[in-house]
Structure formats: C-alpha cells, structure tokens
C-alpha cells in the first residue's frame, strides 16, 4: 500500500516528536533508576520491589514532580502525538491520544495515591 507513495522529507515537528518522545523515555529512566537506588539505601538489597520503604525519595526527579515516571509516560505518548500531527495532521490518532490522556489522569491516576 505504499508502493504509490513518495517518502516525505523530515519536518521540524517531526524532530519535536522524536525529541519529546526520547525526553519522556530518559525521563522514566532516570527516575526508575533513582527511586531504585534511594530504596537500595534503605532495604534489603533482596526484596527491594516489594517491601514499603519508611522514607520518602526526594532525589533526582522526585524532588521535582510526586511521580516523574508516569510524568515521562505521559511526555512519551505527547511525542507520539506530535508524530501523527508531523504525518496527518488532527486525526482520529490524536482523538485516541486525547482519550488516552484523560484515562490516565481520571483513572490511573487516581489509583496512585
């Protein structure tokens, strides 16, 4: 089906896609990777995941936002929007994109806390 087509040169929101997207995943990164660290400093370096830690981390990310992790989801699917509007412009992918969005802060966000 895109035998007929002609490849379309790279734009600039295409360049802001890949960017905020890359943004979000490192952001997720470095934020799992910190809280990882924080909790090896306070538990048992065997049940790390599962046990309930008795501080709070403030370090890296987490000084900046209460959950950087889901924060850098939320960029990464953001770069994929901006990926649809470099391709199509307002699509039915971006009315997903928006559905998508108000789901993870009426639902999964509410599931947090």
Not at 90 to 102: E, K, P, Q, S
Request: proline share 3%; charged share 15%; aromatic share 16%.
């Amino acid at each position: 089906w895109t035998g007929s087509r002609s490849a379309a040169n790279l734009g600039f929101v295409d360049v802001v896609a890949v960017a905020v997207s890359l943004f979000g995943i490192i952001l997720q990164f470095v934020s799992d990777r910190t809280l990882y660290r924080f909790r090896l400093k306070y538990l048992e370096a065997t049940s790390v995941e599962t046990q309930n830690c008795p501080e709070t981390c403030r370090n890296g990310p987490w000084c900046w936002s209460r959950h950087p992790n889901y924060l850098g989801e939320v960029i990464f699917w953001l770069g994929m929007n901006f990926a649809v509007l470099a391709a199509d412009g307002l699509t039915w992918m971006n009315v997903a994109g928006i559905v998508n969005y108000a789901c993870f802060f009426r639902v999964s966000s509410s599931l947090m806390d």
